[in-house]
């Protein structure tokens, strides 16, 4: 299959969203014929991505400078300690604004190399080269960069758009099963996000897709980028309409905060029970029909995954969770602001919830 190639057109940038077999033996090639330059270059490396990958990337800068920073990535490690790190390389080998840094990883490695490059004498370059399947679908493009801190995730950050993505499928066979479905979370929220048409094609195929197959894959990242790229392209900075990518994510992300970021649930799967919560929520509140919820909940089904909150959490978390909910970066007064479903290709922006309601719902889902 030939390699797709996604043009992203944003007020602050415009770049290209390159996704295919054995893109990173091409790096070279793409950043020639994009007109990418630079003498140095800062390759911030995802411990997890395989050294044979790092070495062939290595290779495709014989001409350059090359520094490694190895970044061992979790959401622990999310943080500003992480960046100073980076930063310090950075002063330390002379780096400039017209050099460049690359991120060779997942989604947090990405998010921390991206804030790094938007702070860096207030910007340099930035390549994103995402490894993880839910990179790929979601973080590598839309500019979203930053870290977490104690009050809760993504709290610390800048939106900083990439000069280049590279998606090389080849790299996914590496990634366990527990990791593939992972990125599925993202694929199926820009499903939910996009057309009735999107959630049938993964409702058909998702077995050949977490199988890597091809051009399955390839139709699939494509699908989602695309649809997440028609909505940053209209609102960059999430004013409005680019919110409603955050569907799932205000129960995710309490989730993950309430559990202190373990490894019993990573971000992908919070995702998938944030969508479980969210479709729950919106059909208990009669905005989204009983069809819809179950067409989401038995895809869902499918993946074999956990879904249950009891699998997670007790009723004794309540509080924990709606005290990382009230913190989300959409709340601007006291209650809490969710994006629901109205059907599968819509979804509502903006509703606002008293706490004790959220309380009520957890509390049911919750058996002791």
Do not use: W
Request: with cysteine; charged share 25%; glycine share 6%.
């Amino acid at each position: 299959m030939k390699k797709i190639k996604l043009n992203v057109k944003t007020k602050s940038k415009i770049y290209s969203v390159i996704i295919g077999k054995n893109i990173i033996s091409q790096v070279s090639n793409i950043l020639k014929i994009n007109n990418i330059n630079f003498k140095k270059v800062l390759i911030v490396v995802d411990s997890k991505v395989p050294k044979k990958k790092i070495n062939i990337l290595k290779k495709k800068f014989t001409s350059k400078k090359v520094v490694i920073h190895l970044f061992n990535s979790s959401e622990k490690n999310k943080n500003l300690k992480s960046v100073n790190l980076i930063l310090d390389k950075l002063f330390k080998f002379n780096f400039n604004r017209n050099d460049c840094i690359i991120s060779f990883g997942g989604g947090i490695a990405g998010d921390v190399s991206g804030f790094v490059a938007s702070i860096f004498k207030r910007g340099l370059k930035f390549i994103n080269i995402p490894t993880t399947l839910l990179a790929q679908v979601d973080s590598s493009i839309g500019g979203k960069t930053g870290v977490n801190n104690r009050y809760g995730k993504n709290l610390v950050g800048s939106f900083m758009q990439p000069d280049l993505v590279l998606s090389d499928v080849d790299i996914l066979n590496s990634l366990p099963k527990r990791e593939l479905n992972c990125g599925y979370g993202e694929i199926l929220k820009h499903s939910i996000i996009g057309n009735i048409k999107n959630f049938n094609y993964l409702k058909k195929n998702f077995s050949k897709i977490l199988n890597l197959e091809s051009p399955f894959i390839e139709k699939t990242i494509a699908d989602s980028c695309r649809i997440k790229r028609n909505i940053i392209q209209l609102d960059e900075r999430e004013k409005n309409l680019r919110k409603i990518l955050n569907l799932g994510h205000t129960f995710a992300h309490a989730y993950e905060a309430a559990l202190a970021y373990s490894k019993k649930l990573n971000h992908g799967e919070a995702v998938i029970l944030g969508i479980v919560s969210s479709a729950k929520f919106s059909l208990e509140n009669n905005i989204l029909n009983k069809k819809n919820y179950e067409q989401i909940i038995n895809h869902i089904n499918n993946l074999n995954i956990p879904i249950n909150l009891n699998s997670y959490f007790r009723k004794k978390d309540i509080n924990l969770i709606i005290k990382y909910m009230k913190i989300d970066k959409k709340n601007s007064s006291s209650k809490i602001n969710l994006i629901l479903i109205r059907k599968i290709g819509k979804v509502v922006l903006d509703l606002k919830f008293d706490q004790l309601k959220i309380k009520k719902f957890l509390s049911k889902e919750l058996i002791n």
